[in-house]
Nanobody, 123 residues
Framework: QVQLVESGGGLVQAGGSLRLSCAAS????????MGWYRQAPGKQRELVAT???????NYADSRQGRFTISRDNAKNTVYLQMNSLKPEDTAVYSC?????????????????WGQGTQVTVSS
């Protein structure tokens, strides 16, 4: 019923920029908090940033200033602008969203993840 699809990953040199997008689709009634997480090889998944549906943001300390999260509620899409990328930013980046959707006459709320997009930063 609900799907998150990321795009925008790739290979970039250190110091470069990338913009990730994550679009939600389905019988969506409301999208609450959306966020980006990342997982590097051999490491646990970690928070990058989150944004509420009113636009309040939260960043992992090490990413604040280089990364900017934003969302377009009309498009059910969250973005992550990443600047001044470093090799240690290399990871699979996944979006997450808490979504209320409709199935028939009932409403459900669930926590959804995208499939992930690879970001590789070369030195």
């Amino acid at each position: 019923q609900v799907q998150l699809v990321e795009s925008g990953g790739g290979l970039v040199q250190a110091g470069g920029s990338l913009r990730l997008s994550c679009a939600a689709s389905g019988s969506i009634v409301r999208i609450n908090t959306m966020g980006w997480y990342r997982q590097a090889p051999g490491k646990q998944r970690e928070l990058v940033a989150t944004i509420t549906n009113s636009g309040s943001t939260n960043y992992a300390d090490s990413r604040q200033g280089r990364f900017t999260i934003s969302r377009d509620n009309a498009k059910n899409t969250v973005y992550l602008q990443m600047n001044s990328l470093k090799p240690e930013d290399t990871a699979v980046y996944s979006c997450n969203a808490v979504i209320t959707y409709r199935r028939g006459t009932n409403y459900y709320t669930g926590d959804y993840w995208g499939q992930g997009t690879q970001v590789t930063v070369s030195s």
